[in-house]
């Protein structure tokens, strides 16, 4: 499996030429996501909208974060300058739980090197990198061709039938159904196992170490990994963390926002996976 994550230091010592560096910070109730880039961003990096690029418009029947048309995808890839054979590094200021939403993106449509900057912003200013401000002068468009589903995704209908092992990456207490602000039922997916993503993290908002992540995760032996969160969005650094120790995992897009939307299918609550 192709690397994941890329550290500062080595990010700072980079020398390829055609590297492209794409800022994806976004979070739930902050919408200064541009704001943020233009106040202090990694020299070259170009602004990436999750909800506008990353995503399709949201719907109750597809969730907050539905996976974006492939060609429109395609089209945004250019604009932020992508060619073929590009290598792409994308980083946030959250420890990559946004920004692991274009790196799956960006493999599923077939881009083979695509890394999270391990521990983003906050890492590369730890590191001693210098920050540019102000918006970068629009890219040379790119030439990129995508070849969409080059990483398993499930439905709703599949995921219902699921016979593996299934993740849920949202916070604890919205899986046991104590808090749920954002969708119509609290609680979780019948079957489900808790993995919050918070917890793939260490307190500087790097990724664990693959030893401790191996251990977090378990051994699931030969069974298949399906991963899901509230919007499809931090079951992707879910999957990231999962791949560092070699392991793949399908993402169910729609997650917990298409499912708690639709009364036919089915909630549990409580700290076990029943």
């Given amino acids: 499996m192709n690397a994941v994550l890329i550290s500062a230091e080595d990010l700072r ?3 390829v030429k055609n590297l492209r560096l794409l800022d994806v910070r976004w979070q739930l109730g902050d919408p200064e996501g541009p704001q943020h880039y233009q106040n ?3 020299p ?3 602004f990436v ?3 506008t690029e990353l995503a399709a418009l949201p719907s109750p029947s597809r969730g907050r974060h539905p996976l974006p048309n492939p060609a429109r995808l395609q089209a945004c890839a250019r604009s932020w300058g992508l060619c073929t054979g590009d290598p792409v590094v994308v980083y946030d200021a959250i420890g990559g739980m946004s920004a692991a939403r274009a790196w799956w993106l960006l493999r599923w449509a077939g881009i083979a090197d695509v890394r999270i900057l391990d521990g983003g912003l906050p890492a ?3 590191a001693g990198g210098e920050l540019a401000t102000g918006v970068e002068s629009d890219p040379v468009p790119g030439d990129i061709e995508f ?3 080059r990483l398993p995704v499930i439905d709703a209908d599949a995921v219902a039938r699921w016979e593996g092992v299934l993740l849920d990456a949202r916070a604890a207490e919205r899986y046991r159904g104590e808090q749920e602000s954002l969708d119509p039922r609290a609680g979780h997916i019948p079957g489900a196992i ?3 993503t918070s917890d793939n993290l260490d307190q500087d908002g790097c990724f664990l170490p693959a030893e401790l992540l191996r251990e977090r995760f378990g051994d699931f032996g030969e069974a298949p990994v399906a991963v899901y969160c509230g919007s499809g969005v931090t079951a992707a650094h879910a999957i990231a963390a999962l ?3 070699g392991v793949q995992a399908a993402l169910y897009p729609g997650s917990w926002s298409q499912w708690a939307h639709d009364p036919k299918r089915p909630v549990a609550t409580g700290a076990h996976a029943e």
Avoid: F, M, N
């Fill in 13 to 15: 010592e980079s020398t």
């Fill in 40 to 42: 202090g961003h990694i």
């Fill in 44 to 46: 070259g990096a170009v």
């Fill in 49 to 51: 909208d999750l909800d």
């Fill in 124 to 126: 590369w200013i730890r």
């Fill in 147 to 149: 070849e969409p589903g």
């Fill in 194 to 196: 808790s993995v919050p």
């Fill in 243 to 245: 791949a560092v120790v």
